[in-house]
Each structure stands twice: as C-alpha cells, then as structure tokens.
C-alpha cells in the first residue's frame, strides 16, 4: 500500500533521512521488501512532513509542522536533494505512496495529512471506505457524546483533503485528537488511535489500518496488517514500514498493537479492541 518513516530526536537533514541507508525510504519506493500483498512499487506520489519553531502569543513557541509533496514518484523529484537537504527538523513524516485501484492519483491524496502541529499518515487501505467511514463517524460521535461531536453528518467527504480513505481517516482522527479531556473517553493520543481502529475494525474487519502520528516531539503509530519497524538509539528513536539498514538495533514490532515513541524510547501495548456495540444505533 505505501512505506512510512518516522523520526524524533536532534535536528537532522530532513533529505538526508528520507535516503538515509542501503534500503532507505526513497528505494523502498520501488523495491520494497514486505508489502504483504498490498501492491508491489510505491511510485503514486510521496510527501514530507518537518517541524519549526514558531511563535505563538507571548507565552514562548511551538513546533508548527510543515510539508512537501508531489504526485509523481518520488525518485523523479529533485527537491529530495537539492531541497530537503538543506532543511532541518528535530521530528520528521514521510511517507511514499501505493494509490489503491479507483482512488485518485493527485498531490492532495499524498501523505502526511496536518493541521496545526499534527502529521498523519496511511499504511492500508478501507474497503468501501465511503459507507464503512460514515458509519464510523457515527459510532464515534455517540460514544464521545452530543457535547463532543467530531463532526456533522456526511462532513468526512466535505473535510477530506482528497476522496480517499486515508484523507477521511485523518477527518476522523483530528476530531478524536481535538476531542481529549483528563477525564473523557480520550485522553491522550493513544486513546485517539485505538478507538479510531477499533471502529473501522468493527464495520470492516477485513482494513488494514498501519497509522502513524507526529506532533513535532512524539510519534504514534498502529500495526493493524503492515509491517512495521522500531529502531531506538540513546537520543532519537525511528519508526519505519521497513528496516533502512542492518543496524541490530532494529525490532519488527507485531500486528495488532500501539506504539508511543519519544527520543530514545518508545512503549508498545496491544491494540485492545473494546466493545463498541453500545455505541451502534
């Protein structure tokens, strides 16, 4: 479906990360290694998402996330080097694309998703995501309540960046995201996540739901089919869909489980998938 990369740590070339290894991000485009039968080449497009430091009123700053994508492959682009090179992000989204059959081929499909200070990105896909999404977005809104409403009827297809199901996932997830509260349903990313999957699984357990989130100091992500990778050093910590190099320190992380990741450290828990029949109308 498409390969994914992940860093936080010290400011790094954001160019430099996307070819960095033998089996970097940029060659994983067209020879990846584990696709597991979600196609065969990446070559429908590719985005980077980085943070900068940014004012924000008078109470000091905070990291605003910023991207670059383009719908044709990503070894055809120049900017990789002679641009991405010359910028540095201590936090990094890529991510290069495998468009499904009938979804559109265009730059507003490509990864990473954002708004404000958060990056998104896709490893899967959602069988007739259309029905299966608006039905989620139901079954959402009744378990945070009427008071919290991610967002009105039919909204996914209006707020979506492009018509496909992973810009509609992002729609639903930046309402879970918006919706966290110390003594709510969802009370930090993680919740957003696993109640995010947990949904779609249950209209449509045949989904394959491989996500990972930034904020500019934290990566989440979900194993739901894909794979995924965890490389952990003393100061920075990378997540990827493939190992880039054969540094040890790799570990193949398994189906079904969450992982929170912050600079030289990550948790990895199950994806506990409680009962949402309650919330089924």
């Known amino acids: 479906m498409c390969r994914q990369l992940g860093y936080v740590g010290p400011p790094v070339s954001v160019g430099e990360l996307v070819l960095r290894g033998p089996h970097s991000l940029f060659v994983q485009s067209w020879a990846p290694a584990d696709m597991r039968g979600g196609g065969t080449i990446n070559a429908d497009g590719f985005g980077v998402a980085w943070w900068r430091r940014a004012e ?7 990291d605003a996330v910023t991207r670059y994508r383009n719908p044709a492959p990503i070894w055809t682009d ?3 080097t002679e641009v991405l090179g010359q910028l540095e992000s201590r936090s990094v989204l890529a991510a290069v694309r495998s468009a499904t059959v009938g979804m559109p081929l265009e730059r507003a499909a490509c990864a ?16 007739d995501w259309r029905p299966t999404l608006l039905a ?3 079954d959402l809104n009744a378990l945070v309540g009427p008071g919290e409403a991610l967002i009105g009827s039919a909204a996914i297809l209006l707020e979506a960046e492009a018509l496909t199901d992973s810009a509609a996932l992002w729609v639903l997830l930046r309402g879970l995201l918006a919706a966290i509260r110390p003594d709510g349903p969802i009370t930090s990313p993680e919740d957003a996540l696993r109640l995010l999957v947990t949904a779609v699984l249950h209209r449509q357990p045949a989904a394959r739901l491989n996500l990972l989130l930034g904020d500019g100091d934290h990566l989440w992500a979900t194993t739901c089919w894909h794979a995924l990778s965890i490389l952990m050093a003393d ?3 990378v997540l990827c869909s493939e190992p880039y190099d054969d540094d040890p320190r790799w570990q193949l992380v398994g189906d079904r ?6 600079p030289g450290g990550c948790t990895i828990t199950d994806l506990a998938l409680p009962d949402l029949e309650r919330v089924r109308a």
């Not at 958060?118 to 490893?123: I, K, Q, T």
């Not at 489980?257 to 912050?262: E, I, K, P, T, W």
């Open 56 to 62: 924000v009123g008078l109470d000091g700053v905070r």
């Open 78 to 80: 120049p900017a990789v």
């Open 112 to 127: 990473p998703f954002t708004d404000e200070h958060w990056a998104f990105s896709h490893n899967g896909v959602v069988p």
């Open 136 to 138: 989620v977005q139901a």
């Open 235 to 237: 100061d920075y910590t």
């Open 257 to 262: 489980q969450v992982v929170a990741a912050a």
